[in-house]
Nanobody
Framework: QVQLVESGGGLVQPGGSLRLSCTASGFTFSNFVMSWYRQAPGKQRELVATITTSAHSTWADSVKGRFTISRDNVKNTVYLQMNSLKPEDTAVYYC????????????WGQGTQVTVSS
């Protein structure tokens, strides 16, 4: 059974930090590109950061320099370190796994709420 379980969300003040975790099971984690997406109320889901199977990372311009994505293939976990948080970072954050080999499966976590507010 495939599972992506996110944790680490919560309420934080502007300028604060949070670290999100997403632990995977039920598939070969090291063969999957891992990404974090977010969706704010009334907005479309957007890509935040991606890390490839070879640990190459990319970020959305809106979070570049503030967020870092990393992965631990032993723990089957991907992380999103979020620093200098802004109110506009408030959203539900979703973990995504995309396979690199056929059938290139695509999996989603259930989401974790991040609220940045004073």
């Amino acid at each position: 059974q495939v599972q992506l379980v996110e944790s680490g969300g919560g309420l934080v003040q502007p300028g604060g930090s949070l670290r999100l975790s997403c632990t995977a099971s039920g598939f070969t984690f090291s063969n999957f590109v891992m990404s974090w997406y977010r969706q704010a109320p009334g907005k479309q889901r957007e890509l935040v950061a991606t890390i490839t199977t070879s640990a190459h990372s990319t970020w959305a311009d809106s979070v570049k320099g503030r967020f870092t994505i990393s992965r631990d293939n032993v723990k089957n976990t991907v992380y999103l370190q979020m620093n200098s948080l802004k109110p506009e970072d408030t959203a539900v954050y979703y973990c995504n796994a995309r396979g690199t080999t056929i059938p290139r499966n695509n999996y989603w976590g259930q989401g974790t709420q991040v609220t940045v507010s004073s």
